[in-house]
């Protein structure tokens, strides 16, 4: 268990280790150079997450007060850890750079009652800078998809 500010550091890297804060970098001047933005520093996990929570007050005290929530909290955390890690491991690995509209081009497709998916769809459309677009599924044809 920590041992206070003495173990800051420690701690820190017990974060990173476990991918319960990992380290990135996002450099936005590097898509000029057709590079990728997102650099993953902690590109492994080196310990569980569960360790690390466990030596977490508040997670101590949930354990003591809740053992079975605690546990079910635990799994579900170190899954949604390994996920997210997946995530930017391929979002590390994968970018492409785009020269052409036609390469980048970017449909959203949304259905909407009440108009927050369709605006959500044209903001996240707006956003993709080369070649984009929105429209409604009603409005589309599925074949032409």
């Known amino acids: 268990r920590p041992d206070g500010l003495n173990d800051m550091f420690d701690e820190c ?3 990173v280790d476990s991918g319960y804060w990992p380290l ?3 450099n936005p001047n590097l898509i000029g ?5 997102f650099i993953l520093d902690s590109k492994k996990l080196r310990k569980e997450v569960t360790s690390f929570l466990k030596r977490e007050g508040r997670f101590i005290n949930l354990k003591k007060a809740h053992p079975e929530i605690a546990d ?3 799994q579900k955390m170190n899954r949604d850890v390994h996920h997210r890690m997946d995530v930017m491991l391929s979002r590390a690995a994968g970018y492409k ?3 052409t509209k036609d390469e980048a081009s970017v ?3 949304f259905a909407s009652e009440t108009g927050t998916a369709e605006r959500h769809a044209r903001d996240f459309a707006d956003a993709c800078t080369m070649s984009h677009g929105a429209d409604a599924l009603n409005d589309m044809d599925l074949e032409d998809i």
């Not at 150079?33 to 933005?37: S, V």
């Open 24 to 26: 990135y970098r996002y």
């Open 13 to 15: 890297r017990y974060a």
């Open 33 to 37: 150079e057709g590079k990728n933005p």
């Open 72 to 74: 079910e909290l635990f």
């Open 97 to 99: 750079s785009f020269s």
């Open 107 to 109: 449909l959203c497709a």
